[in-house]
Nanobody
């Protein structure tokens, strides 16, 4: 049973930083592409960033490019999302997800097999 557990969310002022973590268990973590998505109230879940199994490729949504950095530590079965220069529009529940498919863009939610429970990020103005 694959489990993903996010942590690191919270309340921060605009311009501040947070680092989200997602710990995986029950799987061979290094075989999965890992992604971060977010969902604001009343809106759809949208892509934020993803990183391939070997960290050889990362991809970011335009809205976070240059401010967020995704990384992973396969030895610790953990993926991270460093979020800098946070804006009120970054407020959302952030989810990590794991994808087993070996070919893809890994931008769409339906490309991912497993999801965490989410962690709330609130950015005040």
């Amino acid at each position: 049973q694959v489990q993903l557990v996010e942590s690191g969310g919270g309340l921060v002022q605009a311009g501040g930083s947070l680092r989200l973590s997602c710990a995986a268990s029950g799987c061979t973590f290094s075989r999965y592409t890992m992604g971060w998505f977010r969902q604001a109230p009343g809106k759809e879940r949208v892509f934020v960033a993803r990183i391939t199994w070997s960290s050889s490729s990362t991809l970011y949504a335009d809205s976070v490019k240059g401010r967020f950095t995704i990384s992973r530590d396969n030895a610790k079965n953990t993926v991270y999302l460093q979020m800098n220069s946070l804006k009120p529009e970054d407020t959302a529940v952030y989810y990590c997800a794991a994808a087993s498919k070996v070919i893809g863009l890994w931008r769409a939610p339906d490309e991912y097999d497993y999801w965490g429970q989410g962690t709330q990020v609130t950015v005040s103005s």
